[in-house]
């Protein structure tokens, strides 16, 4: 995939406005729609384009899936290039899965529900910071970028565990 933000027209940062970026991509949608061409050449091209928007779109809905975005666009590590997580986070996970299996077995809708609050409140405190760290990052140079990038790698691979967690406590 090329960069969702220039796809979209948008600028490339983390705190985007949803409600442009959703206006952009009905816009863009509409242009590019298949429909509105005869020739099965421009048709094929717009079914093209319309996939390309799409896949942007869903890229930057989602705030974790921007963050992976944006990260790419500013030259930071990839998913599957460092798996560093913060320090003493598995710890903390590991005992917190522990506790979300005793709960699931037991059928404890009530602390299902504690942790699911849990989780989310984590999940967004996730989010803050590397919403900060991209602020950081973009003000920065070198070395100093180059750790704030690798930050946001390890609050994004901490990010996967709590989307784990919280779909197993929808299940």
């Known amino acids: 995939m090329g960069n969702p933000f220039e796809t979209l027209g948008l600028p490339a940062r983390f705190d985007l406005d949803e409600a442009d970026l959703h206006k952009r991509f009905i816009r863009l949608s509409s242009d590019h729609h298949p429909d509105r061409y005869t020739d099965a050449l421009d048709q094929a091209d717009a079914a093209e384009r319309s ?51 005793e709960v699931l077995a037991e059928g404890d809708h009530a602390a299902v529900d504690e942790l699911t609050r849990w989780v989310e409140a984590e999940r967004g405190a996730r989010l ?43 299940a």
């Open 51 to 101: 996939a390309v928007v799409n896949e942007a779109y869903r890229a930057l809905r989602d705030p974790e899936s921007r963050a992976n975005a944006l990260l790419a666009v500013m030259g930071g590590p990839a998913i599957g290039d460092d798996k560093e997580l913060p320090e003493g986070f598995l710890l903390e996970v590991m005992e917190v899965r522990e506790r979300m299996d």
């Open 128 to 170: 803050k910071a590397v919403g900060e760290l991209f602020i950081k990052a973009g003000g920065q140079g070198g070395e100093t970028r180059a750790a704030a990038l690798r930050d946001i790698r390890r609050e994004l691979n901490a990010l996967r565990y709590f989307e784990r967690m919280a779909e197993r406590l929808r």
